[in-house]
């Protein structure tokens, strides 16, 4: 725990870190309780005042310095991120430097919180509108992307003169130690950044209901969202979310079908496909559909999966042994609705059944299985044909979610009439990447509400406050 500016000695209760690639324990933090996690919103709350006053450019050189140090430190926190969450080490170095952009991004954003001189009512009246510094912040972050996802958050709120709360998922407190351990010889002062691991059950309510937290951001499952939603109503908290997602990504006929296939690869596999905005649906033109399929499965063979430790490795493990029984009863299910399997299909050889699950492509596969309706959270493509745009649109838009899709086309007219016809708040055409730092990162529908990246990502941590000064 880190609170008030100092690493607070271990209490009697620990929280143990396990390699999802073996089982192994590779660490352990300490475990926050109740009274615990009502300190760090006080130290938050203590150091807000000081915070929110200073020059922006203060704030900004604390940013600078953590960015400074993050890059310093990048190998150490890539190794942490592997051994606690799985991906392969490569991937994690790039998802460690991603973050990174966040805290310099900020640095430079909190020049730039824009305010409005209004037009006036008559003589001797002005009116204005400025942003201020919200207060408290909580933000609670997910076990899939465990570096990044903290600094996303991080850097906007304090840049904008905020107190944080951070408490990280239970699985990976890892990579937030070591963040925390920069943020502290970056030079936040004491209180401005805090840091509490544990079980939710045991300090959610008392961080998400406490009377000085202002706003709760939280990225992670619907059913969490929900229940932080309900919790902050009774206190009318400002909520801001980046739930579950269930991604469409669109070939039509005319597209570059290796470029697909290949974007499709990054977008799906990645992070062993436990990603919201992977690919989890494959929508292919009726008349392409078995060569892409056929496409897309070479490239899911090539595949190398392993312990992320291991050189060359493309694909880790899945968190848990509850995640690969979900992604192996998707397949079942779609197979014994007619799908074909094509690649994958099952634990690759060699490797835990509990804790690997092969890279898999499917064709064939009906509208009305179970990974055409739920979030699969793994790395299964599932490929479905469609007649035309019309009809690509439809299947696109049946769902809940709304956080992304993807298009593939060389016709620049369709590829504006379908990303406008999508119910997404992010639309790649011919890429699989949406994650960069100057864009707003957010969803709609059951996706959640709020943008993260852009200047959008600061404007979430900020109050409107209208004054009318008469003279």
């Not at 919200?134 to 609670?140: F, W």
């Not at 299985?369 to 439809?394: M, N, Q």
Request: aromatic residues 8%; negative net charge; charged residues 25%.
């Amino acid at each position: 725990m880190y609170i008030g500016g100092h690493w607070r000695e271990p209490s009697g209760a620990w929280l143990r870190v396990f390699d999802p690639a073996t089982g192994d324990e590779v660490g352990r933090v300490v475990a926050a309780t109740p009274e615990h996690a009502g300190e760090a919103v006080e130290a938050a709350s203590y150091a807000f005042p000081d915070w929110s006053g200073r020059a922006p450019d203060e704030r900004a050189r604390v940013l600078r310095k953590a960015h400074q140090l993050v890059l310093e430190r990048v190998d150490e926190l890539a190794r942490a991120l592997t051994l606690e969450q799985g991906k392969p080490v490569d991937e994690a170095k790039g998802e460690v430097l991603w973050g990174a952009e966040f805290l310099l991004w900020y640095a430079e954003e909190v020049r730039r919180p824009l305010g409005e001189i209004l037009a006036s009512n008559g003589p001797g009246q002005h009116l204005q509108v400025r942003r201020r510094p919200r207060g408290v912040v909580l933000c609670i972050t997910p076990w899939n992307f465990p570096s990044s996802m903290i600094l996303r958050k991080i850097a906007p709120a304090t840049a904008a003169g905020n107190t944080v709360v951070l408490k990280p998922a239970e699985q990976t407190p890892l990579s937030a130690t070591l963040l925390f351990e920069i943020f502290d010889e970056a030079g936040f002062p004491p209180g401005v950044v805090n840091l509490v691991c544990g079980d939710p059950a045991v300090i959610g309510e008392t961080l998400t209901t406490h009377p000085k937290v202002r706003q709760i951001s939280f990225t992670g499952s619907v059913e969490v969202g929900k229940l932080l939603l309900t919790q902050a109503a009774r206190r009318i908290t400002k909520v801001t979310l980046e739930l579950g997602g269930h991604a469409p990504a669109i070939v039509f006929a005319d597209a570059d079908l290796e470029l697909a296939a290949v974007k499709l690869r990054f977008s799906k596999f990645q992070s062993a496909g436990q990603s919201c905005v992977a690919a989890n649906r494959v929508l292919v033109e009726a008349a392409i559909a078995d060569e892409f399929a056929e496409r897309l499965a070479a490239h899911a063979d090539s595949v190398r999966i392993g312990h992320g430790l291991d050189p060359g490795i493309d694909v880790g493990p899945l968190i848990d042994a509850a995640a690969t029984r979900r992604v192996r009863a998707h397949v079942q299910d779609a197979v014994s609705r007619g799908a074909r399997l094509l690649a994958g299909g099952d634990v690759p050889q060699g490797l835990d059944a509990d804790r690997f699950f092969a890279p898999t492509v499917l064709a064939g596969v009906s509208p009305e299985s179970l990974i055409c309706r739920e979030e699969t959270f793994g790395p299964v493509a599932p490929v479905i044909s469609f007649r035309d745009e019309e009809h690509a649109v439809e299947l696109a838009n049946a769902s809940d979610y709304g956080l992304a899709a993807y298009v593939f086309t060389r016709d620049l007219g369709r590829a504006y009439r379908v990303s406008e016809a999508l119910d997404y708040g992010m639309v790649a055409v011919n890429d699989g990447a949406l994650g960069w730092v100057q864009a707003p990162f957010g969803g709609i529908k059951q996706s959640g509400e709020g943008r993260e990246g852009h200047r959008l990502g600061m404007e979430e941590y900020l109050d409107i406050q209208y004054v009318s000064l008469n003279y």
